[in-house]
């Protein structure tokens, strides 16, 4: 087995799919990390955003985060209709293209695609930097540590979603425990206390008000805070991924990620102020995150902290592994539609949508290589393309639902839910954009007009290919076949014998590319051999005896000299169709690329380019070694490639060769 079958595993059959399914408890661990995660950052996003109000933020933090969670509630009861009324699929695509139209669809799809993509290196930048600023001599590796970690992740999707939540469990379900335990012991401490505990490590003093209380930098907190929720929407999109019963399975799954991430950022919030601790200045010594001072306060730092923050940056680190799990379905459902290649809509070796997978780790790579592993700069582009989503999601169930007069109900929770996340949409755009959210704004519509670019060529194509009539067999004529040769052998031979099998009519072409005696000779030589190997033979079979047609090439070229020579026969050849049949010999191994030429190939290219719609291109190729089409069947087909190695044992014991 190769490497890389190594690294991902046997081939899958598709009888097997329905086995590659998720569980509830495998799904948490797939498409919730990106959800979980977010409590790392999302808190602190505000608090950050309301350090110039020194300790009169940490009053606020708890209405911003309680205005969060509503959010979120009403996020959760709109998906759950959304899980419910689109059981295959649910993902923003699907619902704002059959609600909205294929324009609204394709601007959901935009902005979902850049927001994968971005969740992939920031999350991974983001885990790392942590360990790094905990491990110092790991800083100058920090780029390398974060392309580790992508093809960690890449790997273990390769090999299936089943085995990525399988793998990934572990990391999630120890930071539930650790972490949630962790605060649940805190919110116990400061219940008991009257809302005022004593902190284990005492937290770093808040700094003095160098501002005061604006509705617009509570928008701007708010806004911050929104980037909690950019992976509610994973389970609807990748509903497809859950074994039998799916609705009951994803609506578990939604149920389980939104109730821990809830508990996570009210607790946090609420602990936060309790503890008076506040966000710190990223860019100054002796930095700590907000989860690290709320940890020390409440167990301090001994062995607890360490598995605890451990397991954060954990999770924060894998929590692309959302993006892998929705991105390739996303992008198979507009492939299945021609925005995309319809690479990205084949199932790969192990039953996934690998093309997506692929280049949503290619993307993420060349992102993370330019800005070497350090993205907090993109952390406010993050909101913009989920809440876009979000928004036109909910809009299209709105639609939906108004299309069936006996659910009003679902109608105004979809319809609230449009509200919301568009009324947080203009709020994230507004106190945003200058930060960065401008670029997503930029780079969205680019993303669309592509997708509508792939489609108009795809639309192209079928146009030209489209045929309603029947076949016509009208002034149906032979065809006249060419072969290009360099010299007689047994190659040669073998393209003589098939051009005079399908072609009444055989001329063979040889390029002189020198002059002098040498050429001469050469020449000289071939047309003896002709006359006496082919034309001869030829007449004693009855048949017309190919021609042998020497060309001099005065510039030595050989692919358009012999296209020339080729347009010139087809031009007299009263509309015949032409074929040409290339002698090829076959390179089956690496060195044979360094020691013979490309001609055959590069002529191939070139007659499908610019041969015309009546010329044909055969290859008649020979290999030196026997073929042993078993190898590859058996990368394929493991159980063919057996009975075909039984069926080829038997069939050699039947009738050995010759010694």
Excluded at 88 to 96: D, K, L
Excluded at 609 to 619: E, F, K, N, S, Y
Excluded at 633 to 641: C, G, L, S, T, W
Aim: aromatic share 8%; with cysteine.
């Amino acid at each position: 087995m190769s490497i890389w079958g190594v690294l991902i595993g046997r081939r899958l059959a598709n009888e097997e799919a329905q086995g590659r399914k998720m569980t509830v408890a495998e799904g948490v661990a797939a498409m919730g990390l990106d959800g979980l995660s977010s409590s790392a950052y999302g808190p602190e996003a505000a608090l950050t955003i309301l350090i110039p109000l020194g300790g009169a933020g940490l009053h606020v933090i708890t209405p911003i985060m309680a205005a969060i969670l509503v959010l979120l509630t009403l996020l959760f009861v709109s998906y759950w209709q959304t899980i419910e009324a689109y059981p295959s699929n649910g993902g923003s695509y699907t619902v704002a293209s059959e609600n909205l139209g294929a324009n609204a669809g394709l601007l959901a799809a935009s902005a979902l695609m850049i927001d994968y993509v971005l969740n992939v290196a920031v999350g991974i930048s983001a885990g790392i930097g942590a360990l790094t600023s905990a491990i110092p001599h790991l800083h100058p590796y920090t780029l390398e540590l974060c392309l580790a970690v992508l093809a960690l992740i890449t790997i273990a999707n390769l090999r299936g979603t089943m085995e990525a939540g399988v793998l990934f469990s572990v990391p999630t379900y120890l930071f539930i425990a650790s972490f949630g335990g962790l605060l649940i012991f805190g919110l116990a401490r400061a219940l008991l206390t009257g809302g005022s505990p004593a902190a284990v490590v005492a937290a770093p003093p808040l700094p003095r008000a160098s501002e005061s209380i604006t509705l617009w930098l509570l928008l701007r907190a708010f806004a911050s805070g929104c980037t909690a929720m950019t992976g509610v929407e994973a389970v609807s999109n990748g509903i497809s991924a859950f074994r039998e019963p799916t609705v009951r399975r994803g609506h578990m799954t939604l149920a389980t990620i939104v109730v821990i991430l809830g508990f996570l950022l009210g607790v946090i919030a609420y602990l936060a102020h309790a503890y008076r601790i506040g966000a710190m200045d990223q860019t100054q010594p002796g930095y700590q995150s907000v989860l690290s001072q709320l940890a020390g306060a409440i167990v301090g730092r001994g062995t607890i902290y360490f598995i605890a923050i451990g397991c954060v940056l954990a999770v924060v680190c894998l929590s692309a592994n959302t993006s892998f799990v929705d991105f390739p379905r996303l992008c198979r459902l507009v492939a299945r539609d021609s925005y995309l290649p319809h690479a990205f809509a084949t199932p790969g070796r192990r039953l996934v949508y690998s093309a997506g997978i692929l280049w949503l780790a290619v993307t993420a790579a060349l992102l993370l290589i330019a800005f070497g592993g350090i993205t907090d700069r993109l952390i406010p582009l993050f909101a913009v393309g989920a809440f876009t989503a979000f928004t036109l999601s909910q809009l299209g169930m709105a639609v939906h639902w108004q299309r069936q007069p006996r659910n009003r109900l679902r109608l105004l929770i979809n319809g609230a839910g449009a509200l919301g996340t568009g009324a947080a949409l203009c709020v994230i755009l507004s106190a945003k954009f200058i930060e960065g959210a401008w670029i997503t704004v930029v780079v969205i519509p680019c993303v669309l007009t592509l997708l509508k670019l792939i489609k108009r060529h795809y639309n192209l194509i079928d146009r030209q290919l489209h045929a309603d009539g029947a076949l016509d067999l009208h002034a149906i004529k032979p065809p006249l076949a060419l072969i290009p040769i360099v010299e007689w052998n047994r190659l040669t031979e073998k393209a003589v014998r098939y051009a005079l099998s399908i072609a009444p009519e055989v001329i063979a072409i040889h390029v002189t590319r020198l002059e002098g005696p040498d050429a001469e000779e050469h020449n000289g030589r071939l047309r003896r051999q002709w006359r006496n190997f082919v034309e001869r033979p030829a007449r004693q079979a009855s048949l017309s005896a190919p021609q042998l047609m020497l060309s001099p090439s005065p510039y030595r070229s050989f692919v358009g000299h012999l296209l020339r020579r080729i347009g010139e026969i087809e031009a007299r050849s009263s509309g015949r169709p032409i074929l040409v049949v290339i002698p090829e010999l076959i390179k089956e191994h690496w060195w044979d690329h360094l020691l013979f030429t490309r001609r055959a190939h590069l002529l191939r290219e070139a007659l499908l380019r610019h041969g015309g719609p009546d010329l044909a291109v055969v290859i008649v190729p020979w290999a030196r070694e026997a073929p042993h089409p078993e190898k590859i069947i058996e990368d394929e087909e493991p159980e063919a490639a057996t009975e075909a190695t039984v069926a080829g044992t038997t069939a050699v014991r039947r009738d050995p060769a010759p010694a």
